[in-house]
C-alpha cells in the first residue's frame, strides 16, 4: 500500500536525520531545550508534505532548509521579546552602559552574536562538513553567498575567540 510504503520511508528519514536535525537546531539557536522541539516540529512540517520532501533532488537540505527557516523565526520572536523587557525596563536607573568584561566568551556565545545567516553558514559548512553547494541548498542561497557568509562569520569568530579558537572550530591545527 502506498500510505505505508511512505511511513516507512518517512520513518526511515527521521531515524537517520533527526538527531543531525536537532544538533543543527542547537547549534543556529544557542538553545539546547529548544533543539528537539524545533526539530521534531521541522519533522511534522515535513510529514505534512512528505510527497514533495521525498521527490527533492535533496531530501536532507531540504530539511535543513525547514529547520534553518523555524529556527529564524524562533530567534526573531526572542528577539521582539528582548526589546518589549529592554522597554518595560528601560524606566529603570540600574542600567549598566557595557558588557561583563569578566565573562568568559565561548563558541556558543560567540556564535550568538552572529547574525542568522552568517551563523547557519558557519554550523553548516564547520559543524556539519557540509559543501558550499550543499549548505546553499539547505539555505536557499547561492554558493557564492555561502562563501562570503562564512567568510565574515569566520573572520567574526577569531575577532571574538581569537584566531587559535577560531581555527580549532574550523578544524585547522595552528
Known sequence: MIVDEASAEFHDFFERH?????????????????????????????????????????????????????????????????????????????????????????VQSALARLPFRKRACVVLRHAFDLSEKETALALGVSVGTVKSQTSKGMAELQRLLGSRAAGELAGRKR
Open 18 to 106: 533527526h538527531a543531525e536535525l536537532a544538533r543543527f537546531a542547537h547549534l543556529v539557536t544557542g538553545e539546547a531545550d529548544a533543539a528537539d522541539d524545533l526539530a521534531a516540529d521541522a519533522m511534522v512540517a515535513l510529514w505534512h508534505r512528505w510527497d514533495r520532501v521525498r521527490g527533492a533532488d535533496h531530501p536532507v537540505a531540504y530539511a535543513r532548509g525547514v529547520v534553518a527557516n523555524m529556527a529564524r523565526s524562533r530567534i526573531r520572536s526572542r528577539v521582539r521579546e528582548r526589546r518589549r523587557v529592554l522597554l518595560f525596563w528601560s524606566e529603570r536607573s540600574e542600567r549598566t552602559d557595557g558588557p561583563d568584561v569578566a565573562a568568559v566568551v565561548d
